[in-house]
């Protein structure tokens, strides 16, 4: 059975990520939800080790009584009885970004789901928000969910790869599409993701078919974004494109790629201004060189 660790602090758009993780553990028997809050109530150094042993079980306690009345809520909101998901809480006392990494380990947990805590632009939602701190420290997936989401059932995936590793952690993607059991459709930004193709000679047929024989999933294809020159170097405006073009349900993408990350975190101003993005993220961290 799978786990996925949904983290909460009882905000709005934590809300949002639970109740997603609700509704695909509802529809799926072999995932096991560890819904996680780390209380982070501060405790003096100086406390005597008694007195500070107790404070920390109280507020632990204190922790765990919100937690089960907020999950009980959710539920409820979503017509979903308790014996219908299989779940556990988890309440820990202390910082969260220390904890979530130990619970990730101590699970084995497969993913995150979670808020994206105020982000409202593709790049806010990257580099914005807490939620970064989790994909760059966290060696496991993390499916983001913005606080402006409006939940619809997960039919079609997309992977903005580069085809320098496109293989590299491509299986996290696989296994995400086939647990939603959605179309899984690669893209390719010319000319930043990394290079521009030749799309008169490359076989995409031959290339997405070996794809499928690899990674034994055959809901599969792959799409060129073609940007107009003066865009040619904006990946975020070719994400944009494939986005309002296509309307994926989840957008995923790998994050070690230092070029690729550049490129997205100096995009125009007037277009981060006019777009933004309503889908979820699905963050993954490549092996390799991040520096």
Not at 8 to 26: E, I, Y
Not at 69 to 74: A, N, P, Y
Request: overall charge negative; aromatic content about 8%; hydrophobic content about 40%.
């Amino acid at each position: 059975m799978k786990k996925i660790l949904i983290p909460t602090d009882f905000s709005n758009n934590a809300a949002k990520a639970v109740k997603f993780a609700m509704r695909l553990g509802h529809n799926s028997a072999s995932l096991h939800l560890v819904f996680f809050h780390a209380t982070q109530t501060i405790i003096p150094t100086q406390t005597p080790s008694r007195l500070y042993a107790e404070i920390r079980e109280n507020d632990i306690e204190e922790g765990l009584a919100k937690l089960k009345k907020e999950i009980h809520q959710h539920l409820k909101e979503l017509d979903i009885l308790p014996e219908e998901i299989s779940s556990e809480l988890v309440v820990v006392q202390g910082d969260f970004k220390e904890h979530i990494n130990n619970e990730v380990k101590r699970l084995g947990a497969t993913l995150i789901i979670m808020g994206t805590c105020g982000a409202s632009g593709l790049q806010k939602v990257l580099f914005g928000s807490n939620t970064v701190d989790v994909m760059e420290k966290v060696d496991c997936p993390v499916l983001a969910i913005p606080d402006n989401y409006k939940y619809h059932a997960v039919k079609h995936i997309a992977y903005a790869a580069d085809f320098l590793s496109i293989e590299e952690g491509f299986e996290k993607v696989v296994n995400l599409a086939k647990m939603f059991e959605a179309s899984l459709e690669i893209f390719h930004v010319d000319s930043v993701l990394p290079h521009r193709i030749d799309h008169q000679t490359f076989d995409k047929t031959h290339f997405v078919d070996n794809l499928k024989r690899k990674f034994g999933y055959e809901s599969m294809s792959l799409e060129f974004v073609e940007m107009e020159e003066e865009d040619s170097d904006d990946a975020l405006a070719g994400i944009y494109a494939y986005i309002a073009r296509r309307h994926p349900s989840i957008l995923a993408m790998a994050t070690y790629d230092r070029i690729w990350i550049e490129k997205i975190i100096s995009p125009s101003v007037t277009k981060e201004m006019m777009f933004q993005t309503e889908i979820p993220l699905f963050a993954f961290r490549k092996k390799g060189n991040q520096g």
